[in-house]
């Protein structure tokens, strides 16, 4: 494979050098921390008052985890260490698991940004001759803004299509010849139906690849969207406090997705005990930013669980490879005392092929106990009105999950299209119990 490289001086920087520079960019990020109210009083109490209290990068371990409580409470600008003259934007995460942070970024901010967000797109094989249909928010969310100026950035013709409005996405594609393009793997599948139901020839498009991201998806997914749309799909991984996308991404190889060591250091840590797993094991993300400077984060706990691969990858590059994340430590369900991840389900229904492009997950109260339904949609060859093969498609679910998380569920067929789907990111989670019980 000719693998392309956007700064092969820094893709394929031997593990030495990247060290040294991410020492000196750490000292440079202490500079900036300290001059925000939130760090130099935290900085302070782990002893570090100046960049000469860090003399290598184990140093790094003595500034405690950075939590998304704290940037709450250092909301708006207790995390700022730029004049705010200075800021020239601000994103937002998506709120997700409750109020949203907000990030702000200088001139110079942005431009790295785009740089890493380059490398990303550059390194699937994509460049100039490219026309990248961005079918993601735009806003204060950063997935649609982020790719925008990758896209930007190596030359690609970019269409700001922004989410949902599939009949609008598809005269796009048509109009333009669209060969990229970047949604959500909820939205990719959507859009999948969406042709499907509205006689969009697959031969009357020129797409070859997609980015995906934004939300959690299995190897299965990724395989389904590949086959229906005939396409290359690279996993793009990213979350607002650390800019956006561009953290880490996919290249040609599909194994796992580069985190850019020159512009963040990464450590995986038990959940529980904080402390570091063994090179390879799962744990939490933990993510400090070296690529901004108006809002230095150190030690931030993603929740994001994942793990790193130990082995270089074939494409040369040098920045360590993250296995794909299967969900969020406070993602995990817990039904009738067993623990359950939905990634765990999403696995086992999507590799089925009579399962359609949707699914929800819905957890509720039944007298004491926990109940767990799977509603699914099929695909549309098969007949609703046909019972006997879809009690049979049912029975096989059931039995497929009860081994794979030792629960039985109920499970709802439903018709092709017809479960909800969100702009945004997929809520594939609806926990309907009480919450204070
Ligand atoms: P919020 O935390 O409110 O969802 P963001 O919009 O910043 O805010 O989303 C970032 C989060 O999205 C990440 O922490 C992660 O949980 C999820 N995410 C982003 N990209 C991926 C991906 N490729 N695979 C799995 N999860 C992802
Ligand atoms: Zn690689």
Redesign the pocket.
């Known amino acids: 494979m000719n693998f392309q490289y956007w700064q092969p001086e820094i893709e394929k920087m031997p593990r030495g050098d990247l060290e040294s520079l991410q020492l000196q960019k750490l000292k440079a990020a202490i500079v900036n921390a300290l001059r925000t109210t939130f760090y130099k009083e935290r900085l302070a109490k782990a002893g570090i008052t100046s960049a000469d209290d860090i003399k290598t990068l184990s140093d790094l371990k003595r500034i405690p985890f950075t939590t998304?409580n704290d940037l709450r409470d250092g909301f708006p600008y207790g995390f700022l260490s730029i004049p705010k003259d200075d800021v020239v934007r601000l994103h937002a995460?998506?709120?997700?698991?409750g109020i949203?942070?907000t990030i702000y970024f200088s001139r110079d901010d942005i431009k790295r940004w785009a740089t890493y967000m380059a490398r990303c797109i550059y390194g699937t094989g994509c460049g100039r001759s490219d026309v990248f249909q961005n079918m993601i928010s735009y806003g204060l969310?950063?997935?649609g803004l982020g790719l925008h100026q990758g896209g930007e950035e190596v030359g690609m013709l970019v269409i700001p299509a922004g989410a949902g409005n599939t009949a609008r996405q598809f005269k796009l594609m048509q109009d333009f010849g669209t060969t990229v393009i970047h949604a959500t793997p909820s939205f990719l599948l959507h859009v999948e139906s969406k042709m499907r139901e509205a006689g969009v020839k697959r031969e009357t498009l020129s797409i070859k690849c997609a980015f995906?991201?934004?939300?959690?998806?299995s190897e299965d997914t990724r395989k389904r969207i590949e086959g229906l749309l005939k396409i290359d799909v690279y996993?793009?991984?990213?979350?607002?406090?650390m800019n956006?996308?561009g953290v880490a991404f996919e290249c040609q190889c599909k194994e796992g997705?580069h985190i850019w060591e020159d512009g963040y250091i990464a450590e995986i840590v038990n959940p529980d005990t904080l402390e570091p797993v063994k090179d390879g094991e799962r744990g939490e993300l933990i993510l400090t930013i070296l690529c901004r400077e108006a809002t230095p984060l150190f030690r931030y706990r993603?929740?994001?669980l994942t793990s790193f691969y130990t082995e270089p990858c074939a494409c040369g590059r040098t920045h360590r490879r993250i296995r794909?994340?299967t969900?969020?430590s406070d993602d995990m369900l817990i039904i009738n005392g067993v623990n359950v991840f939905p990634s765990q389900i999403e696995e086992v229904i999507m590799g089925m092929k009579e399962v359609g492009n949707n699914y929800l997950i819905v957890v509720e109260k039944d007298g004491a106990l926990d109940k767990l339904t799977v509603k699914t949609e099929i695909m549309p060859d098969i007949f609703m009105d046909d019972s006997r093969p879809l009690n049979a498609l049912k029975d096989k679910i059931k039995a497929t999950l009860q081994a794979s998380i030792s629960i039985s569920p109920r499970v709802e067929l439903h018709e092709s299209g017809s479960l909800p789907v969100p702009e945004g990111?997929a809520v594939r989670v609806q926990d309907l119990r009480p919450k204070d019980v």
């Open positions: 998304k995460s998506s709120g997700t698991t949203p942070t969310f950063t997935g995906a991201g934004a939300e959690p998806y996993n793009s991984y990213g979350l607002s406090e956006g996308p997705m993603t929740r994001d794909r994340i969900g969020r990111k």
